[in-house]
Nanobody, 124 residues
Framework: QVQLVESGGGLVQAGGSLRLSCAAS????????MGWFRQAPGKEREFVAA????????NYADSVKGRFTVSGDNAKNTVWLQMNSLKPEDTAAYYC?????????????????WGQGTQVTVSS
């Protein structure tokens, strides 16, 4: 069974940091791109960051560049999203997603596998 399981969400004060993890299982992900998306209440799901598992190409939303870093470990089938200098507007449910292919696309429809999400709340 293919699974993406996120963890690491929580409540943090503005300016703080969190690291989200996404553990992938059930298949070989070496030819996949892994993405992070987020969705706040009443808003559409939006792209945050992505990394191609093979080659390490990355892509970031402008709103998180310089604050968030996406990384992955092939051997552990795990992807991380390090989030620094968090702002209240970063508050959302964060989702890990996977797509077959090596280009770190930013469109949610490009991704076929999704985790259940983890909540990040940033207080002011």
């Amino acid at each position: 069974q293919v699974q993406l399981v996120e963890s690491g969400g929580g409540l943090v004060q503005a300016g703080g940091s969190l690291r989200l993890s996404c553990a992938a299982s059930g298949r070989t992900f070496s030819r996949y791109t892994m993405g992070w998306f987020r969705q706040a209440p009443g808003k559409e799901r939006e792209f945050v960051a992505a990394i191609s598992w093979s080659g390490g190409s990355t892509n970031y939303a402008d709103s998180v560049k310089g604050r968030f870093t996406v990384s992955g470990d092939n051997a552990k089938n795990t992807v991380w999203l390090q989030m620094n200098s968090l702002k209240p507007e970063d508050t959302a449910a964060y989702y890990c997603a996977a797509r077959l292919g090596l280009r770190p696309h930013s469109t949610p429809d490009e991704y076929t596998l999704w985790g259940q999400g983890t909540q990040v709340t940033v207080s002011s």
